[in-house]
């Protein structure tokens, strides 16, 4: 009986550390570049992440060769001669939603800072990223539009098409976070 007692304390335990985590491996990520000669833009449905609902820390990660592009040659340049897929497969952000309220689930939609740090192109720099989240009564919502400066992650745009490629891309997140 001291053994089953024991146990139950044991399985409750880590169904309870593991109950406050939610995660997602469909996230979606996109970038948009605009300059007056054209337009890129870029779709990543395989972002991975984990938050943790007891206080708010999060990690997400996305593979770099899983944007996709409009016309194929974009996405060859990109992955071999800008953010060097192979050198630097993934990108990650992870950190902590600040001022973390547990009361957030309460359905309505919060708008949220993200603090933590980026790792692009083998470069890790701080940032601060506004947003929402919500509660949907089972899943945490999110939804994220920030601004990514290339030269920040030492992604160098050769000079040939610099006209082509804004400094700047505009990316955007949406994903719904399920229990783990």
């Known amino acids: 009986m001291k ?5 139950c304390l044991l399985v409750f335990v880590a169904w309870s550390s ?3 985590q939610f995660m997602t491996r469909s996230g979606n990520v996109g970038f948009f570049s605009a300059t007056p000669i054209e337009n890129i833009e870029a779709h990543n449905h395989q972002m ?3 938050l943790d609902a007891s206080n708010g820390g999060f990690a997400f990660q996305v593979q770099m060769r899983g944007f996709h592009f409009e016309k194929a040659l974009m996405e060859e340049h990109f992955n071999e001669n800008y953010v060097e897929s ?8 992870q950190g902590e939603i600040a001022a973390w309220n547990k009361a957030w689930n309460d359905g309505k939609t919060h708008q949220v800072v993200a603090n933590g740090t980026f790792d692009i192109h083998g ?6 990223v506004e947003g929402t989240l919500q509660w949907n009564g089972k899943s945490w919502v999110l939804s994220a539009t920030f601004d990514l400066t290339l030269a920040e992650y030492n992604i160098v745009i050769p000079a040939v098409v610099k006209d082509n490629i804004a400094p700047q891309v505009e990316v955007t997140v949406n994903a719904t976070l399920d229990p783990r």
């Open 3 to 7: 053994h089953l007692a024991s146990f």
């Open 18 to 20: 593991t109950a406050q």
């Open 48 to 50: 991975s992440g984990l």
């Open 86 to 93: 192979e050198t630097y497969p993934k990108a990650t952000f």
């Open 123 to 128: 470069v890790n720099a701080p940032k601060d």
